[in-house]
């Protein structure tokens, strides 16, 4: 049927969302939702570029409010385990525009943005490198790590991170 993101296409779409929801008295008070909006574009026939025009047209432009903060008393939970600090590191590592996928191993398979899929260290290198040599990142900060292991899954690291940048190259986003 006919949504948010246009007309029915009846395309088959595929696109992964996080969500980190903060819970006080059995209700969520506070979300952080991440969602590749670029796969669901493609998915129905359309870009990510020509999607997002149309959603600040209709929601009267670029000048939003931002979230405010979460509940009072609330803490980030932040894993001090050796390898969700070195995970965080690195990614502070990219955002510097430099190198550090030796945290991944070589057989490293990351799903980006857009439903790009990235196989090893060096298409994943690019990717980082793509993403944020288009900006000048002048503040970055790890605000949520956890890691959960068990003998089922494995280990698992969840992060949110979030950078204060400026358009400041040619790329992938466009003119600066």
Same mark, same amino acid.
């Given at each position: 049927g006919d949504g948010s993101f246009g007309p029915a296409s009846g395309k088959r779409v595929h696109a992964r969302t996080i969500a980190d929801c903060v819970c006080k008295d059995n209700r969520i008070v506070h979300e952080w939702l991440v969602r590749d909006h670029a796969a669901i574009a493609h998915a129905?026939?359309? %870009? $990510?570029?020509?999607?997002a025009a149309r959603w600040l047209a209709e929601r009267g432009g670029w000048?939003?409010?931002?979230? =405010?903060?979460? %509940?009072? =008393?609330?803490? +980030?939970?932040? +894993?001090? %385990?050796?390898?969700? %600090?070195?995970?965080?590191? $690195?990614?502070?590592?990219?955002?510097?525009?430099?190198?550090a996928c030796a945290i991944y191993d070589e057989a490293v398979h990351a799903i980006a943005p857009g439903e $790009?899929?990235?196989?090893g260290h060096a298409e994943l290198h690019a990717f980082w490198r793509a993403l944020f040599s288009a900006f000048e990142v002048m503040n970055f900060r790890v605000e949520h790590l956890a890691e959960n292991t068990s003998t089922v899954r494995g280990t698992r690291l969840a992060m949110r991170w979030r950078a204060t940048a400026k358009h400041a190259a040619l790329g992938e986003f466009g003119q600066r």
């Open positions: 129905i026939g359309t %870009t $990510a570029k020509v999607l000048n939003k409010p931002t979230a =405010g903060k979460p %509940t009072d =008393g609330y803490v +980030s939970h932040f +894993s001090i %385990t050796p390898l969700a %600090t070195r995970y965080a590191a $690195a990614i502070e590592r990219f955002a510097e525009r430099l190198d $790009a899929h990235h196989y």
